[in-house]
Nanobody, 131 residues
Framework: EVQLVESGGGLVQPGGSLRLSCVVS????????IGWFRQVPGNNREGVSC????????HYGNSVKDRFTTSSDNAKNMVYLQMNDLKPEDTAVYYC????????????????????????RGQGTQVTVSS
């Protein structure tokens, strides 16, 4: 069974930082790209970042570029999202999702892949940015 479990969310003041973690099990980690998405109730999901674990290449959404960094530890089947200079508009549920490299051959293609092509996603972790 494929499982992705996120952790690290919480309440932070504007300008603060958080580090989210995503642990992946039930699949061959190096065969998948891992995307981070966020969603606010009533809105469509927004692509935050993506990493192709086989080569470590990354891609970011325009709203988080230069503030967020994603990385992976292939030995631990972990993907991280370091979020700096957080803003109130970053408030959302963040979740990670896995998609095969046969579908997404480059990290730049992660956000355009329809959700049904993703192998699985986690339950999400709430990030709230507020003073």
């Amino acid at each position: 069974e494929v499982q992705l479990v996120e952790s690290g969310g919480g309440l932070v003041q504007p300008g603060g930082s958080l580090r989210l973690s995503c642990v992946v099990s039930g699949l061959t980690f190096d065969d998948y790209a891992i995307g981070w998405f966020r969603q606010v109730p009533g809105n469509n999901r927004e692509g935050v970042s993506c990493i192709t674990t086989r080569d470590g290449k990354t891609h970011y959404g325009n709203s988080v570029k230069d503030r967020f960094t994603t990385s992976s530890d292939n030995a631990k089947n972990m993907v991280y999202l370091q979020m700096n200079d957080l803003k109130p508009e970053d408030t959302a549920v963040y979740y990670c999702a896995a998609i095969s490299h046969t579908v997404v051959v480059a990290s730049t293609l992660c956000f355009s892949a329809p959700e049904y092509l993703y192998e699985s996603r986690g339950q999400g972790t709430q990030v709230t940015v507020s003073s």
